[in-house]
């Protein structure tokens, strides 16, 4: 059963920072991809990073190049997204996911707000 716990949202003001976590479980975390994606209640997905599952490759939207840091610790079976200088237009709901093949599976998300 593929398990992903993603935690550390909450409120910070604008050019605060916070760093998420998310503990995945029920696969081989090493043999897969990771990414972050965000989502506003009525708006579409938006991909915020991904890393690669062992060689550090990582990309990042183009709003979040230089903010935000995507790493991953494979002994821990974590995947971590560090945000700095945070933005309102940051606000949305974090997810972690991973595709194994075909199935992707997604955490339950974690609230991230930024006040002006």
């Known amino acids: 059963d593929v398990q992903l716990q993603a935690s550390g949202g909450g409120l910070v003001q604008a050019g605060g920072s916070l760093r998420l976590s998310c503990a995945v479980s029920?696969?081989?975390?090493?043999?897969?991809?990771m990414s972050w994606i965000r989502q506003v209640p009525g708006k579409e997905r938006e991909v915020v990073s991904c890393?690669?599952?062992?060689?550090?490759?990582?990309n990042y939207a183009d709003s979040m190049k230089g903010r935000f840091t995507i790493s991953r610790d494979n002994a821990k079976n974590t995947v971590y997204l560090q945000m700095n200088s945070l933005k309102p237009e940051d606000t949305s709901v974090y997810y972690c996911?991973?595709?194994?093949?075909?199935?992707?599976?997604w955490g339950q998300g974690t609230q991230v707000t930024v006040s002006s």
């Open positions: 890393t690669s599952k062992s060689d550090g490759t990582t």
């Open positions: 996911n991973v595709r194994t093949g075909p199935i992707g599976y």
């Open positions: 029920g696969i081989t975390f090493d043999d897969y991809a």
